[in-house]
T-cell receptor, first 113, second 114 residues
Framework: SQQGEEDPQALSIQEGENATMNCSYKTSINNLQWYRQNSGRGLVHLILIRSNEREKHSGRLRVTLDTSKKSSSLLITASRAADTASYFCATDAVPGNTGKLIFGQGTTLQVKP | KAGVTQTPRYLIKTRGQQVTLSCSPISGHRSVSWYQQTPGQGLQFLFEYFSETQRNKGNFPGRFSGRQFSNSRSEMNVSTLELGDSALYLC?????????????FGQGTRLTVV
């Protein structure tokens, strides 16, 4: 079953605008990750935030994590047409040393030039 | 470093047949995970192998199986294919030690069952 729910399911914005997508999860985690997927291709890792971190930045990406609410958000600033993709949050969810990730349903982002 | 390589990229099979998909992880990575992606169910975890041992398994029928070789390459097999097995199958590799870290994904194998 899916660990997370993402919101919104779809987002359409103009180039230059900011895009915010949210993810909620159900169980305790060690870390939460965000991935991007261009149409029908493999996933690309964007950023990982550990459960003891509240905010993390990477270039135009800003991720927040609220473990009390079991939620995370991904902000893409000054979006570009090339940011058009699906974005997924993923949690490890399983205590211990495994590579299993549980993904949310994803947010489809369209950035219009 | 070479990335994760999945072969073949595309497959068309008939119901009832079986299929084997291959994944070569990043050199030095010992963990290989497999995921099924469909429009309806999203990304579903199939199983994970670490040092030739299955470390975790998702909620899929026994028709789905896998293995990992001593060089960390992995294969997954689906027997008695059903139409619902049509999906993008993704393989991910990671170092595998300690708490889950960044996973590196291959481009996937698109399986169509007709």
């Amino acid at each position: 079953s899916q660990q997370g729910e993402e919101d919104p399911q779809a987002l359409s914005i103009q180039e230059g605008e900011n895009a915010t997508m949210n993810c909620s999860y159900k169980t305790s985690i060690n870390n939460l990750q965000w991935y991007r997927q261009n149409s029908g291709r493999g996933l690309v890792h964007l950023i990982l935030i550990r459960s003891n971190e509240r905010e993390k930045h990477s270039g135009r990406l800003r991720v927040t994590l609220d473990t009390s609410k079991k939620s995370s958000s991904l902000l893409i600033t000054a979006s570009r047409a090339a940011d058009t993709a699906s974005y997924f949050c993923a949690t490890d969810a399983v205590p211990g040393n495994t590579g299993k990730l549980i993904f949310g349903q994803g947010t489809t982002l369209q950035v219009k030039p | 470093k070479a990335g994760v390589t999945q072969t073949p990229r595309y497959l068309i099979k008939t119901r009832g047949q079986q299929v084997t998909l291959s994944c070569s992880p990043i050199s030095g990575h010992r963990s290989v995970s497999w995921y099924q992606q469909t429009p309806g169910q999203g990304l579903q975890f199939l199983f994970e192998y670490f040092s030739e041992t299955q470390r975790n398994k998702g909620n899929f029928p026994g028709r789905f199986s896998g293995r990992q070789f001593s060089n960390s390459r992995s294969e997954m097999n689906v027997s008695t294919l059903e139409l619902g097995d049509s999906a993008l199958y993704l393989c991910a590799s990671s170092p595998g030690q300690g708490v889950a870290t960044e996973a590196f994904f291959g481009q996937g194998t698109r399986l169509t069952v007709v």
